[in-house]
């Protein structure tokens, strides 16, 4: 290896071997390999030179072969590094002040494209240096085979410009590899390696000359051959990138250079995508934005995560050059609105706080909510309103409105430290975002976003998402993983999210996100349709797809669900048919058990069903006012405050002798009891409070002689459960 090291720095003054000479050999492209080392994507990382792969002589036309052993050194297979008769007629030559070809051969070319000192400086070789030229050129012949020599040369030589070796220069000036070259290229070849920075004009004449000396065709119009010359001299052919994965392979030498900083670039970069995979994402995402793209959509992503391990096994950063104007954006890491999104996070937190569950029943009306820079005013997607609906029926039907509410109970600053630590990085203070936050009014990057919704599918662990395969001794993610949230509370969201029938009144129950197979997924759509996303998982994949105007320009009549989720769809199933999946397993302790709804009138709200709960959560029959009939009580008393069925949440940032509930009965002079136990003797007034705590709580109002129930209600009053506040 140091002797490699050494042929590549220039260094060492001894003859290398062949195999070092190859080994020592750095392309200017590194290759990004797919999880089981097939090529995806080729980047240019050296910007000094410009060298393809190292080029065996079996892929080498057999046309180049032949011009440059008859124009460079046509006894090469005859002479030991040095062609005698070649020197003495140009000694001849030089005496007679006559032009004729240099006596250097292949073998002494090689000699200085080996060892810098021989190379020579402004002018030409000195004396010392042809001589030095000469032992070395020897001592190759003895060390290598012909075949050897004739393959370094024409992988080490300059031809023009940055180009050096024979595969650069092929596909740079002729779009083409090195074995399809015909007899005209490699006349064009050869003439650059007499003079690499030679004008047209002149290489057109040497290449015309060569081809007259082999007696071919294209030799008889050299007017013809000056007007190919010409224009192969001005063609770039060689991209600096070419593959399926141009984004990602970025990313990925990034992270390279981060964590390996003083190792130079491999020439072949693994990494952990699936090749195809990627392909598919790729292809369908293009065919997808074609197809709505009269309605001014150009952009989009997509990314898979492994739910077990975080790798990355697709990441698609833009729809393409035929498509986008701005195809080098990657929308992968770029800044946008997530929409709703965010709402299953918002939800999480409720739950675990014991502020809702997924029974719980949210107003969907008209709000209007004071804030420090005026009233805001939040609405529904569609611009009606639900009234009365529980957690799930808002979460999976997207409602903003019940979303904003229960952001109220959070508190934004709440919800937005929460974000944070599901790997959101929030840039601003939660202030900052408001109320707004429910609906995703702030940015973030689908990586970021698509890994949070990875954390969900993990039972609430969060990890760090990995670009390449991890060996089998290294740590494994779930070791990794910091716990950001409750498994339980992790479950009943995924569930909601995964219930097509929940989802039904926004979305009907045949939409794009009814896959055929359990699969948990959220689409969102940000302000002046800007932004389309659909977010989601299955069993073993977490899989993220945005699709907009990389210029934030708003699309046409495009939503999450014909926008965005079309394409989450199709590659779920692909990835359905690669592994299948199953339906995630309830945690213990769990509680599953069924509910009614019942309105004031005695009508439904929702129908009842079964419902998951935290333990110490359940609640079996959810109402706005459960009419109770009092055992012989005159009528007129009444329980006025609280409502049967109140569910209040402790707030931990407000001091506990200032959180009061307030109890009001339609007459004074009547006696409280709460849980059994006498607690307030009203004989004058018809109203206190009382400060609150924690538990179930059954509310029975007396007569003065607190031997007659007048009126009985039930509540529920919620604080912070220890190890489900999620941080």
Sequence with gaps: MQEAQDVQNGQG???????????????????????????????????QVRRGQWLALEEVSPALLHAVVLGEDRNFYAHSGV????????????????????????????AGLLHAPLQPGAGRRTWGQKIGQVRMAYALERGWSKAQILEAYLNLAPFRGELVGLDALAQSLFAKKAHALDMRESAIAVALLRAPNASVAKVAERACAALKLAESPWGQDCHALHFYTTAALRRRHFAALDGVAPHFARYALAQYRHERAREGLPQNLPSSLHAGLQRFASETLRRHLQEIAAQNVQDGAVLVLDNATGEVLAWVGSSGQRLSRASEVDAVLALRQPGSTLKPFLYAQAIAQGRLTAASLLDDSPARIPTAHGLYVPQNYDLGFKGWVSVRLALASSLNIPAVRALVMVSPDDFAQQLRQWGLPLPEPAGYYGYSLALGGVDVSLLHLTNAYRTLANGGLHGAVRWQVQPQDAPSAVSESVRVLDEGTSFIIGDILADRHARATTFGTDSQLATRFWSAVKTGTSKDMRDNWAIGYTGHFTIGVWVGNADGSPMQDVSGISGAA????????????????????PPAGLVHQRIEYVAPDGQRLEAGRMEWFLPGTEQSHFSLRLPTAPVDAPAAVRILQPQDGTILAIDPDIPPANQLLRFASSQPGVVWRINGEKVHHAREDAQWFWPLQPGPFQIELRDASDQQVLDRIRIQVRGLRQGRSGG
């Design 13 to 47: 003054s001894g003859t290398p071997r062949f195999e070092a000479v190859r080994a020592a050999y750095r392309s200017s492209e590194t290759w990004l390999l797919d999880r089981r080392g097939a090529p995806l994507q080729r980047i240019r990382t050296d910007f």
């Design 83 to 110: 062609d005698w008769s070649a020197v003495s007629a140009a000694a001849w030559a030089n005496l007679w002040n006559e032009r004729t070809r240099g006596a250097s051969t292949i073998t002494m070319q090689l």
């Design 566 to 585: 079309p394409v989450w769809a199709a590659v779920a199933g692909y990835l359905h048919a690669l592994r299948p999946g199953v339906a995630p397993r």
